[in-house]
């Protein structure tokens, strides 16, 4: 079993989506992140038209798993080394994007490098 399926059957028992209100849906969109210790967290989307925790949207077409804009955004953010994640765009394949490959000319590395020259 490779790190892909590991972290796919780790997610996996997130994956229930129900509606825990009339307006929350939740478990439409898990995830599993490896830590560079090797500890690998789970997680999963929660939906409300306050747009509070409406982070997600689930994946259209393909079966892609693609992380919307504003969590590409939010990756960033946290750690401008996050650029070098890998995510999964194809599992049958094992096709795997960086998230710099899908925001090339992100506008926040001027802030990170003024930060670090402090």
Known sequence: ????????EKAKPQFH???VSPFVYAHHVVCAIEAENGEIFTGFCIESCSGVLNL??????????????????FFYQLNEENEKMEIMEDFEQRKTVTLKELMPNWWGKDRYA???AK
Do not use: H
């Open 1 to 8: 079993m490779d790190i892909w399926d590991t972290m796919y």
């Open 17 to 19: 989506p129900e509606e």
């Open 56 to 73: 997600c949207k689930a994946p259209y077409g393909a079966g892609s798993g693609m992380p919307c804009g504003a969590c590409r955004e």
């Open 114 to 116: 003024e930060a670090k």
